[in-house]
């Protein structure tokens, strides 16, 4: 993976493939690599972009608070350094958020929009799950002041955990993904990230997205409920919305054959999925 200075900082990204640009935009904490099952995949479709979002792998750590602005930003520079003028996105988790950013503040950048376990703003029914709360601070609730104070390892592992449902990925994945937590400089970049997160706001400004979009959920998601997909969905012009049964926050992990699936169908249909399209558990 090439290494190249936008926006002042170095990011670390990859890609592969030809036809159509496809930017996969990683989560909190995540690297280009957590795109492990789907960028193979789409890569025999598109021209797949992943990378490091700054403060994680080996994309540049700067110190201090971030915002999911700053982060599009980031994107939207290395698409012009990639000569790429628009391309389809997909963000998922804190991706997400940043995708809401690029696409809000780069309009003619973004072609599709798929917006995935992610939230619009912690107001409301949107933001943090009850079981995520509880997991940092030991309460329901907590105050605005205390989110610059919390335990970062404490919230980092609470998130690792709570990202995935099946025994299975709880048996090994949870215990990898605590272990690379630490192998990233210690727990540098991931502050300014956890801060992107916890100041992420477009519930005002949904209605300016003009791309396509589709967004994505799990019932089953203890990170960002469902009830943050249905104001996303409500918020973006003519969105469509799409739920898995049972699915859980990593959607792209326990869930990926189904969700390549629709992923590349909605990206090729001509006419978008219906509204509250239910994928059975699988």
């Not at 520079?77 to 804190?94: F, K, P, R, T």
């Not at 079981?131 to 390892?153: H, P």
């Not at 192998?183 to 991931?190: A, N, S, V, Y």
């Not at 409500?234 to 992923?263: C, Q, W, Y």
Request: proline fraction near 4%; include cysteine.
């Amino acid at each position: 993976m090439p290494l190249t200075k936008v926006n002042g900082i170095n990011i670390h990204y990859r890609v592969r493939g030809s036809g159509e640009p496809l930017v996969l935009i990683m989560g909190f904490m995540g690297t280009g690599q957590g795109w492990f099952f789907q960028a193979s995949v789409f890569a025999r479709h598109y021209q797949v972009v992943t990378f490091d979002n700054r403060g994680v792998g080996k994309s540049d750590k700067p110190e201090g608070d971030y915002t999911t602005k700053t982060m599009a930003d980031d994107i939207a520079a290395l698409m012009e350094h990639l000569q790429i003028d628009a391309a389809h996105i997909v963000g998922v988790s804190m991706g997400g958020m940043i995708a809401q950013e690029l696409a809000i503040n780069h309009p003619n950048r973004v072609r599709r929009l798929v917006l995935v376990s992610t939230m619009a703003g912690r107001e409301g029914l949107s933001g943090y799950s009850p079981d995520l709360v509880s997991a940092i601070t030991g309460r329901e609730t907590y105050t605005e002041d205390e989110l610059g104070t919390l335990d970062l390892s404490r919230a980092t592992s609470a998130v690792i955990s709570l990202s995935f449902n099946s025994r299975l990925c709880r048996w090994l994945l949870v215990p990898l993904a605590k272990l690379l937590r630490f192998k990233m400089d210690g727990m540098k970049g991931l502050a300014g990230q956890a801060a992107a997160c916890n100041s992420h706001y477009t519930l005002d400004r949904l209605r300016l997205i003009e791309a396509p979009t589709l967004v994505l959920s799990g019932t089953g998601d203890r990170i960002f409920p469902d009830s943050c997909a249905d104001v996303i969905a409500a918020g973006v012009p003519d969105a469509r919305l799409v739920k898995f049964a049972g699915g859980s926050h990593t959607l792209i992990v326990e869930m990926r054959n189904e969700f390549n699936r629709l992923i590349l169908g909605y990206l090729r249909a001509d006419v978008p999925y219906p509204i509250e399209r239910l994928i059975p558990d699988c």
